[in-house]
């Protein structure tokens, strides 16, 4: 069972983002589980946008700082 999503590092998020896209090009998915493959990945792009905003977010706030 797949972790959730918080409790991921965006590393580990990323990672496992990329598995799932490579599985569904390299067509190794079933359809059976392709529609849980994209709700997971659906979340992990979510999660990794979020992220990348808040650490954008938290930078810019340490620049002010510092001008």
């Keep these: 069972m797949?972790?959730?999503v918080k409790e991921l590092s965006y590393e580990?998020?990323?990672a496992e983002l990329r598995d799932i896209a490579s599985a569904i090009e390299n067509?190794?998915?079933t359809?059976?589980?392709l529609?849980?493959?994209v709700k997971r990945a659906s979340e992990l792009i979510s999660y990794c946008?979020?992220?990348l905003r808040n650490t954008e977010t938290e930078i810019n706030a340490i620049i002010k700082k510092l001008e």
Excluded: R
Aim: charged share 40%; proline share 6%; glycine share 0%.
């Design 2 to 4: 797949p972790k959730e």
């Design 31 to 33: 359809v059976d589980v």
């Design 12 to 14: 580990s998020a990323f």
């Design 35 to 37: 529609a849980d493959k």
């Design 49 to 51: 946008q979020a992220k």
């Design 27 to 29: 067509e190794t998915v």
